[in-house]
């Protein structure tokens, strides 16, 4: 396998990473469109397709992180193909889940993890503020590092906090991957349980000479941050095209 970076989008946060020589899954979400029930009342989810076979995406995956298991980063249908003896690197809150449904090589990510040759930090989120906050629960992130290879920062899902802020100064990223569909949640409009596109242009604002890869859009339908509306904000702030990269959905970046 090459020792490229690329980073491909299958849909919504569920991301193939081949890094340092190996191929990373991040947050599988394989259902078909309309599997599963609707968040904001406007349609089932996912609103769309994937757009490549299952079989496509799992093949040769050296590694699995998960941020957390809200359904829109681990239905059913990721469940049932993935491989229970592979490498899973996941949140304390989460070990239960993981090993009550067989998985054999779940392990707790701490500050810093060297697998392969590859560091790998836990960072934490904040899915949302006030009173969703409290249903939403604990979400992760991730730092992947490499000798040779940049330094990438998926932030998972999350509003921009003290703590994103100071891990992008902590790690001086190359590559941030923002969840920014702006999620909101019925009868907690006020609050994004994500970051939208005010949010995004901050986050673009301390970013230093990171590239952003903006995701978790135009895929689940509460999701209020298309990627027309961020792209037009973009254009609004006058933002650098190769600065902010809103890639669609199968779409490879190669760094």
């Not at 989120?125 to 992947?144: A, C, D, I, N, P």
């Not at 990171?210 to 689940?220: G, L, Q, R, V």
Request: with cysteine.
């Amino acid at each position: 396998m090459s020792t490229s970076t690329n980073i491909q989008l299958i849909r919504n946060a569920t991301l193939l990473i081949n890094y340092a020589g190996k191929k990373i899954l991040l947050d599988p979400m394989f259902s078909s469109k309309g599997a599963f029930e609707s968040f904001a009342g406007i349609a089932k989810n996912p609103i769309v397709d994937l757009p490549m076979k299952i079989d496509d995406i799992i093949k040769d995956v050296d590694l699995t992180l998960i941020t957390h298991t809200h359904i829109d980063h681990l239905d059913p249908e990721a469940l049932n193909v993935l491989d229970r003896k592979q490498k899973l690197y996941i949140q304390p809150e989460d070990l239960d889940y993981f090993e009550s449904r067989g998985f054999k090589d779940v392990e707790i990510i701490p500050c810093t993890e060297n697998w392969e040759g590859i560091t790998i930090c836990r960072t934490v989120g904040q899915h949302g503020s006030g009173e969703v906050l409290k249903m939403m629960g604990h979400t992760s992130g991730f730092v992947l590092q490499h000798k040779g290879s940049p330094t990438i920062y998926i932030i998972g899902d999350s509003i921009l906090t003290i703590e994103v802020i100071m891990t992008i100064e902590r790690f001086k990223p190359d590559i941030i991957v923002v969840n920014s569909g702006g999620a909101k949640i019925p009868g907690y409009e006020e609050n994004s349980i994500l970051m939208d596109e005010e949010e995004t242009m901050r986050l673009i604002g301390i970013s230093d000479t990171a590239t952003i890869i903006a995701i978790h859009m135009d895929a689940m339908d509460h999701c209020h941050t298309t990627r027309a509306i961020l792209q037009q904000k973009a254009n609004e702030m006058h933002v650098n095209k190769k600065k902010l990269l809103i890639p669609k959905d199968g779409e490879v970046i190669h760094f």
